[in-house]
């Protein structure tokens, strides 16, 4: 637990550094699709020894998975807003934000709540995130307008084919976990 919490506090410290958020925020779609991630990696790494160390608190406001489920739900949907993106590189208040809410509001809660879902529930969560990343890929690509003042369009249509993608693979697990048969492999 330990061990995790140091590897996970470590990769935030580094995700903050202004080089490397300078350069990973300086192209939209590592912005999007791996500093945000890793954010909520860097949570979910850490939110072990929380979790170990105040187990009331988890089972009292999160005893089956859905409200912080929910909450991590929230939260990637908020950030992956363009204009909460496009925020965040021109107010510093969002950019904290942003490195608060990420690891704090998302990956903590995902950590507590994914293994308390039911099979169920995770595909259904996946489900969403498939059906959104899809919306999300066709809003950057087909937009007429420039979404984000602070990258190209170009940036704009890669940020888009990137959730397409994501999407992509997301609907082949989705395939695999509804065709295939774990126990036959036991």
């Known amino acids: ?17 202004p080089p490397v958020a300078n350069l990973v925020e300086s192209i939209m779609i590592t912005h999007m699709h791996m500093q945000m991630p890793m954010l909520v990696v860097s949570g979910f790494l850490m939110a072990g020894i929380f979790l170990k160390r105040f187990p009331r608190f ?6 089956n998975g859905i409200p912080g489920i929910t909450l991590f739900m929230i939260v990637i ?4 807003i363009p204009r909460t993106m496009d925020e965040a590189l021109t107010y510093q208040a969002i950019e904290a934000w942003k490195f608060i809410s990420l690891p704090f509001l ?6 507590d709540s994914w293994k308390k ?4 529930g995770k595909n259904l969560i996946i489900i969403i995130f498939t059906v959104k990343y899809f919306g999300m890929g066709a809003l950057y690509i087909w937009s007429e307008d420039q979404l984000c003042n602070n990258y190209l369009v170009i940036d704009q249509l ?9 999407a992509i693979c997301l609907v082949i697990y989705l395939v695999y976990a509804f065709t ?3 126990t036959k492999y036991e």
């Open 117 to 120: 879902l039911t099979k169920a």
């Open 180 to 182: 295939v048969d774990p």
């Open 106 to 111: 998302a990956g903590f809660p995902l950590r």
């Open 158 to 166: 890669t940020l888009g084919w990137g959730f397409i993608t994501t």
């Open 77 to 80: 949907i908020y950030w992956t």
């Open 58 to 63: 988890f089972e009292k406001w999160n005893s």
């Open 1 to 17: 637990m330990m061990t995790q919490f140091i590897y996970g506090l470590l990769f935030y410290i580094f995700l903050m550094l």
